[in-house]
């Protein structure tokens, strides 16, 4: 087990589109028995996405680790046992080191390897950000929020789906419900709004 910082820059929103992109290489790669060129599938990892500012630390970073541990005792993930204190330790100092002297605010993406047990940690820069947002918006706030357009997804996502128990980088299930409705291709389409065999909404593949 070892935690990386990996800290690069680059678009804030690439992360989500880069991994809607390597989820269904990754389970193109497993369904041939490995990845493109004879090489093994990518590990699935845990992911935790968070805010950090240089002023007001990591945004809701208790509630992010509390997640993180849960869902590395329900999988078993290498160090998640016990509490997850080992596996909690591990990952502040990867996220600690990754923001280490940074002057703008940054988008940190915390994985935990569901096999290894490795934590790694990647940022991109937010220039254009100074603090962390309202945990309640008023009014006037939502008035002035951009408006993004969603569009209902034509097929349930069954509920007993392994990729929705915890919050990793098998991102197939998103995929292919953003494939359904031209999410991120149709003109205005910026995401989909998931349901169960139940009819009930349950969440959008990328936003919260």
Same mark, same amino acid.
């Given at each position: ?26 389970? +193109?790669? /497993?369904?041939?028995?490995?990845? @493109? *060129?004879?090489?093994? =599938?990518?590990? $699935?990892? !845990? &992911? ?43 990952? +502040?100092? /990867?996220?600690?080191?990754?923001? @280490? *002297?940074?002057?703008? =605010?940054?988008? $940190?993406? !915390? &994985? ?97």
């Amino acid at each position: 087990m070892r935690a990386v910082a990996l800290c690069a820059t680059g678009d804030a929103n690439a992360y989500e589109l880069a991994d809607v992109g390597a989820a269904a290489e990754a389970e +193109r790669g /497993a369904a041939g028995g490995g990845a @493109a *060129g004879g090489g093994a =599938a990518a590990e $699935v990892e !845990l &992911l935790e996405t968070l805010l950090h500012t240089p002023a007001g630390g990591y945004f809701l970073l208790d509630d992010h680790l509390h997640r993180l541990r849960a869902a590395a005792a329900a999988l078993g993930v290498a160090g998640g046992g016990a509490g997850g204190a080992q596996l909690e330790r591990r990952a +502040r100092d /990867a996220l600690a080191r990754c923001v @280490a *002297g940074r002057a703008d =605010a940054s988008r $940190v993406r !915390l &994985l935990v390897g569901a096999s290894s047990g490795d934590v790694r940690a990647e940022r991109v820069a937010l220039p254009d950000v100074t603090a962390h947002p309202p945990l309640l918006l008023d009014d006037g706030a939502l008035a002035a929020a951009p408006v993004r357009g969603v569009r209902l997804d034509t097929a349930p996502t069954p509920s007993v789906s392994p990729q929705l128990q915890a919050k990793t980088t098998a991102r197939g299930v998103y995929a292919a419900a953003r494939a359904r409705v031209g999410a991120g291709a149709a003109a205005g389409v910026f995401d989909v709004l998931m349901h169960n065999e139940a009819g009930e909404v349950t969440e959008c593949s990328i936003a919260n």
